[in-house]
Structures are given as structure tokens and as C-alpha cells.
């Protein structure tokens, strides 16, 4: 007898026609929806009950709640709109490459009972590597994200010094205050005492550089600690700035340290000449973090970790119980699981590689570029206003500035630049977000979503002297700012 959880033809084709329609939808007509909407939670309490039901529901009544009571509420990331934080925006064909990956079910952590789904997972990673300017040998896997891939990283670093002889409550790890905030997450999970967390300085352009950074390795190892690895960025997510990369590729190399460089989101720019100028040095690295589900324009969950040498990923990670002996891999056949922490994964190459199949690199590669043309124009609207000044020039696709009218004072800065920030966001229109630079707080775009055009960033800074005008005359700053109309 068939079970009742084993739906026949039609009815999946009805169903997944009907998820195929509203998804479309959706992102047809998404330019028309606001960039972020919230509901409390008490409001959605009474929505759905606490037990889950008996009784089967029809599926358009699941589809109507969804379509009422979750659907509406949250941030549309592939927005026109939304320029904040590191937006993912996935192309359609990604979307299906996704939902095939998960319709087959594929467990791509070994070999033997995933060949086809795994032979693309290398083809990905070997596009990555070329890419990247990474030597023929280097690999590694895909993983959920940039902070898997970076504790991925650390945690491969660790038993490298470690399996050296290092005592691991000696070690220490060095990376800068600009570095994203999974690294030094990564370093704690991985055992290194929160002490032993150097933060190097800075230049003025938010650079790690490698003269503070031998200093600062000198000093450890005269006071017995035993530097083993140092992380770099290249594409900060707070202004896009580059450590200073070969230089500190050198003293790695000089001072037998392992270089992990997280290029999260600005890796991928490197398909453009611009952008891989911008990130000369990177090929250094012994380990690279990048995000497809960024800027290379795929669904969450897509993260990739690059190894210069994917055995020492396999000697902290590979087991083999005897539970699995029989899909041990043959020569050249990749157990993924034994190059990190899980064993159970999906497919996450299958969306990369029908997206960048069927658009090729040349669309995405001129997308890229013209997100970071549009950051650009952000600036000079910005540096063309007397009401504004640039905090961090463009870079990659993000630039940070504020509103700071002649003759304000600096005390009233902060607060003015806030409520902007508060302005924009409940209006509904865009979505940008704000950080902290030498100590001032900062409005910030990052452009990278290929919905969004060159007209909406003139809108958006319009709408931003608006903010300005609205906050200046609001109570708290009234009389206290100047500004020109």
C-alpha cells in the first residue's frame, strides 16, 4: 500500500506549481514591496498555536497563513532597496538549482553515494581556485557560510601547530579590530583562550599592516606565547578595506605562520580586472574564506573555504568509524566530510554551478562591476553636497559617510546621523545600515544587489537630505544645526 506521505505525480506538480508561482511573483513585483517589514511577536502568537496539529490541513490554508502572517515580515534582502550590511541576492536559476538540490536530497558528504553531486562541488571549487589565482593542488569544500569556513580554517591551523608539538594554551592568534566578528568566535570555539587574541593596529585607511604586526608577534614570542596563525581581510564588512596582504604574506611565510585570508564577500570581485587588483595577494593565503551567497548572487546557505593544501584540512578533521567503511573514497574521490565538521550536507555546488552556467561569468563578472560603480556615485553625490562628508571612500561596493552640515557641532553629530539612520529604515523604501569609524558613528551602503540600479542610489541620497532636513528641525536639534536646503 502507498503511504500517505508519499504524494503521486500530480499532486506535486499542483503544489510545487503553486510554491513556483508565488516565488516568482514575488520577485517580480518585489521593487513594489517594502525593503523591511516587523509585526511583535504577540501578534503572531495568536496566529499559530502552540501544538502542532492531528489532523492534516489543506495546502492552500498553509499557504494563506504563510502568505498573511510570515511572508510579509521580514527584509527582503534581493531588494532594490536593500543596502545594508552584505546583501544576498540570488539569481532564479540559483533559487532552482537549490530547490533540486534539496527535491533529490543529496547527503554530499561522501564520495560513493554522491559521485555526481560531489564531481561538481570539485568543478566549483577548481572555478574558485582559478579565480582566486590559488596554485593547481589547493581545495577545500563548501560550507554554510564565511563563519563556518572561518572556523573551519582556525580549527585546521590549531591542529597543525598543535600536532607540531605547540602547546595550545600558548598559542596565540593575530588578526585586526576590522576583521569580521566570526574570527575571533572561531579562535574561542577552537580552544584558544580569549587572552590570546591579539588585535593588531591599524593604518588611517583601516588596514592591518605587517610592521605592527611583526611587533606584535615579537613581543609574544619573547614572552613565551606561540604564534601560529594570522587572519587577514580582504573586504572588510564594514568599509571594504584590504589589509596590506603581501606584506603580511611575507612575513608569514618568513615567520612559519599560517595566513588565512576571509574574502568573504569581495573575493568574487576578482572576476573583474578592477577587483582583482584590488585583491592582489590573496593567492598567498593557506586558507581563503569567500561567500557565494553574497556576491556571487546564490541562495544562504553558500560559503566556501580554499585550502592551499587540503590534506592538513583532512588531518584535523577526517575519522573514520566503522560505521563508514564502506564509503571510503578511491584515488581523487573527495569524502567532503573529511575536509570539515559535517557529515550530513546537501549540495550547496548544484546552485552555483546551474547560476553561473546559465548566465556565465562575463554577466556576473559586469554585475559586480556595476556595483561597485554605483558605490562610486554614492560618493560623489556625497562629496559633492556641503552637508555631507565621506568617513570611507568606496570600496568594493560599500562606502560610509554622514551628514555633517557647516558650522555643526560635533557633539549633536552622532544623534543627527542616528535619527537619519531611523528615518530611513521606517520608511520602508531602503534599508541601509550604520557603523562606528575612529569612534563616529556612520551611515553606510553596500550596493552589491544587481536589482539595484544607478537611479535608485540618486533616490536614496535624496531621500537621505530629506532625512537631514526632517532631523534638523526636529526638537532635540533645532537651532543647533545649520544646514542648506
Known amino acids: 500500500m502507498r503511504s500517505p506521505l508519499d504524494l503521486d505525480q500530480a499532486t506535486m506538480q499542483r503544489l510545487g506549481h503553486r510554491v513556483a508561482d508565488i516565488v516568482a511573483a514575488h520577485l517580480a513585483t518585489i521593487r513594489d514591496e517594502p525593503v523591511i517589514a516587523s509585526v511583535p511577536r504577540a501578534q503572531l502568537n495568536a496566529v499559530f498555536p502552540a501544538e502542532a496539529p492531528r489532523a492534516p490541513t489543506e495546502f492552500e490554508s498553509l499557504l494563506s497563513v504563510l502568505q498573511e502572517s510570515v511572508f510579509p515580515y521580514h527584509a527582503r534582502e534581493p531588494h532594490p532597496g536593500f543596502l545594508a550590511y552584505v546583501p544576498s541576492c540570488p539569481t532564479f536559476p540559483a533559487l532552482l538549482g537549490d530547490w533540486l538540490a534539496t527535491g533529490y536530497n543529496f547527503f554530499a558528504g561522501v564520495?560513493?553515494?554522491?559521485a555526481g553531486?560531489?564531481?561538481?562541488e570539485m568543478v566549483v571549487l577548481e572555478w574558485f581556485r582559478a579565480w582566486m589565482g590559488m596554485p593547481k593542488g589547493s581545495g577545500g569544500l563548501l560550507t554554510s557560510g564565511g563563519s563556518a569556513a572561518n572556523l573551519t580554517a582556525v580549527v585546521a591551523a590549531r591542529h597543525a601547530a598543535v600536532d607540531r608539538g605547540a602547546d595550545i594554551t600558548r598559542l596565540t592568534l593575530y588578526t585586526s579590530a576590522q576583521a569580521h566578528s566570526s574570527v575571533v568566535r572561531a579562535a574561542w570555539i577552537a580552544g584558544i583562550s580569549r587572552t590570546n587574541v591579539r588585535t593588531v593596529a591599524m593604518d588611517d585607511s583601516l588596514r592591518m599592516t605587517a610592521g605592527e604586526l611583526e611587533d606584535a608577534i615579537n613581543a609574544d614570542r619573547s614572552a613565551g606565547f606561540e604564534p601560529f596563525l594570522v587572519v587577514a581581510?580582504?573586504?572588510?564588512?564594514?568599509?571594504g578595506s584590504v589589509d596590506h596582504l603581501h606584506p603580511i604574506a611575507d612575513l608569514c611565510e618568513n615567520e612559519r605562520l599560517w595566513l588565512h585570508v576571509d574574502a568573504a564577500y569581495a573575493g568574487f570581485a576578482a572576476l573583474t580586472a578592477e577587483g582583482k587588483a584590488m585583491l592582489s595577494g590573496i593567492e598567498r593565503a593557506d586558507s581563503l574564506t569567500l561567500d557565494p551567497h553574497k556576491w556571487l548572487f546564490v541562495p544562504f546557505e553558500c560559503g566556501c573555504l580554499m585550502a592551499r593544501d587540503p590534506e592538513l584540512l583532512a588531518s584535523a578533521f577526517r575519522i573514520m568509524p566503522e560505521y563508514l567503511r564502506d564509503v571510503e573514497p578511491a584515488e581523487e574521490e573527495v569524502n567532503f566530510a573529511d575536509r570539515g565538521e559535517q557529515l550530513t550536507r546537501y549540495s550547496r555546488a548544484l546552485k552555483v554551478w546551474l547560476s553561473v552556467g546559465y548566465f556565465g561569468t562575463d554577466a556576473i563578472a559586469a554585475a559586480i562591476q556595476d556595483a561597485m560603480e554605483r558605490a562610486r556615485l554614492m560618493q560623489s553625490l556625497v562629496e559633492a553636497s556641503p552637508d555631507f562628508e565621506i568617513l570611507s571612500p568606496a570600496q568594493f561596493g560599500i562606502v560610509c559617510f554622514r551628514a555633517r552640515p557647516p558650522d555643526a557641532d560635533e557633539g549633536f553629530l552622532d544623534a543627527l546621523n542616528e535619527g537619519i539612520n531611523r528615518r530611513i529604515v521606517s520608511e520602508g523604501r531602503f534599508l541601509i545600515s550604520s557603523t562606528r569609524l575612529r569612534g563616529a558613528f556612520s551611515l553606510r551602503i553596500c550596493t552589491l544587489g544587481f536589482r539595484t540600479t544607478h537611479?535608485?542610489?540618486?533616490?536614496?541620497?535624496?531621500?537621505i537630505k530629506g532625512a537631514l532636513a526632517a532631523e534638523a528641525g526636529s526638537p532635540p536639534l533645532v537651532g543647533r544645526i545649520a544646514f542648506r536646503q
Do not use: H, K, M, Y
Open 111 to 114: 564520495w560513493p553515494v554522491a
Open 233 to 239: 581581510s580582504a573586504g572588510t564588512t564594514n568599509t
Open 455 to 463: 537611479d535608485d542610489i540618486r533616490e536614496l541620497f535624496a531621500t
Open 117 to 120: 553531486p560531489n564531481q561538481l
